[in-house]
């Protein structure tokens, strides 16, 4: 059984960075099957995917492009785990964030427990 | 960007109803389609993967099909722990996109 355990601070001020943590529990991060995401949603936005990495053979990443030059999603095999990291936040970047596996045919099958991150003063 | 489009965005149901959600996806995805269930402060919930396939652990009321650009998400026989929110998602190209998501309360 799979399970995502996210860690993080809650509040961050505006125009810091937002870091997060998701530690792998029944996989590996370096899996050749599965990418590991990290994934946001707030009422204004919705669900809002952020990025990913995956390994296949060599490491790779994906980002949306409405965040590409604020993001970095690393891997940490010596953890087993994953971070997202998030420059220069505004109060816009105030959601729920989730790290998600996905699997089958790209679809997220195992989710973290979530982290509501607020950016404000 | 591929766009997701539910419909409808709310659903009012009653216990043992059959009830159909559409997700229309801007441009063809093949069957790169997938569906969550929602609780509130919940993380979402694999329900079915590439269009019609079930999610281990997933009740066998809940269906998809589609193809292409038009997917159905079907719940045979409501029953009480269905009433969440259902979001559908694609796969088929980067960024990975959602629906907008569909309500389903309790009529």
């Known amino acids: 059984q799979v399970q995502l355990q996210q860690s993080g601070p809650g509040l961050v001020k505006p125009s810091q960075t937002l870091s997060l943590t998701c530690a792998i529990s029944?996989?590996?991060?370096?899996?050749?099957?599965?990418?590991w995401n990290w994934i946001r949603q707030s009422p204004s936005r919705g669900l809002e995917w952020l990025g990913r990495?995956?390994?296949?053979?060599?490491?790779?990443?994906d980002y949306a492009v409405s965040v590409k030059s604020r993001t970095t999603i690393s891997p940490d095999t010596s953890k087993n785990q994953f971070s997202l990291q998030l420059n220069s936040v505004t109060p816009e970047d105030t959601a729920v964030y989730y790290c998600?596996?996905?699997?089958?045919?790209?679809?997220?099958?195992?989710w973290g427990q979530g982290t509501l991150v607020t950016v404000s003063s | 960007d591929i766009q997701m489009t539910q419909s409808p965005s709310s659903l009012s149901a009653s216990v043992g109803d059959r009830v159909t959600i559409t997700c229309r996806a801007s441009?063809?995805?093949?069957?790169?389609l997938h569906w969550y269930q929602q609780k509130p402060g919940k993380a979402p919930k694999l329900l079915i993967y590439?269009?019609?396939s079930l999610q281990s652990g997933v009740p066998s009321r809940f269906s998809g099909s589609g193809s292409g650009t038009d997917f159905t998400l079907t719940i045979s026989s409501l029953q009480p722990e269905d009433f969440a929110t259902y979001y559908c998602?694609?796969?088929?190209?980067?960024?990975?996109?959602f629906g907008q998501g569909t309500k389903l309360e309790i009529k």
């Open positions: 441009q063809s995805i093949s069957n790169y």
């Open positions: 990495t995956y390994y296949r053979s060599n490491w790779y990443n």
């Open positions: 029944g996989d590996s991060v370096s899996s050749n099957s599965a990418a």
């Open positions: 590439a269009a019609s």
């Open positions: 998600a596996r996905s699997f089958h045919q790209g679809s997220f099958d195992y």
């Open positions: 998602q694609q796969s088929y190209s980067t960024p990975r996109t």
